[in-house]
């Protein structure tokens, strides 16, 4: 079993940065590609970014590349989320996820998922 649990989330200005960090529980976490999906009210859960098992390769959607850094550190078991130039519509309740094998950007491959944590950009 590999549990997320989020945490790191809060307030911050539009343009401003935020770190969230992901600890996983359990003895296999190298098993498992790991990914950040967030969520913003009424909308559905979307991906953000992805790392794969041994941490050299990620991906990310459109809408943050550039700006977000997905990173993980095997032997802390912790997955981190930079986030700079943060906008108004990234305000959202991320999700650090994890699936065993290979990275996925559809969230119903993921098994295990966090409990969230919020994130707010005012303008």
């Known amino acids: 079993q590999v549990q997320p649990v989020e945490s790191g989330g809060g307030l911050v200005q539009a343009g401003g940065s935020l770190t969230l960090s992901c600890a996983v529980s359990?003895?296999?976490?190298?098993?498992?590609?790991m990914a950040w999906f967030r969520q913003a009210p009424g909308l559905e859960r979307i991906f953000v970014a992805g790392?794969?098992?041994?941490?050299?390769?990620?991906n990310y959607s459109d809408s943050v590349l550039g700006r977000f850094t997905i990173s993980r550190d095997n032997a802390k078991n912790t997955v981190y989320l930079r986030m700079n130039n943060l906008k108004p519509e990234d305000t959202a309740v991320y999700y650090c996820?994890?699936?065993?094998?290979?990275?996925?950007?559809?969230?119903?491959?993921?098994?295990?998922w966090g409990q969230g944590t919020q994130v707010t950009v005012s303008s």
């Open positions: 790392v794969s098992r041994d941490g050299e390769s990620t």
């Open positions: 996820a994890s699936k065993w094998g290979i990275q996925s950007v559809i969230s119903r491959d993921y098994f295990y």
């Open positions: 359990g003895r296999t976490f190298t098993d498992y590609a």
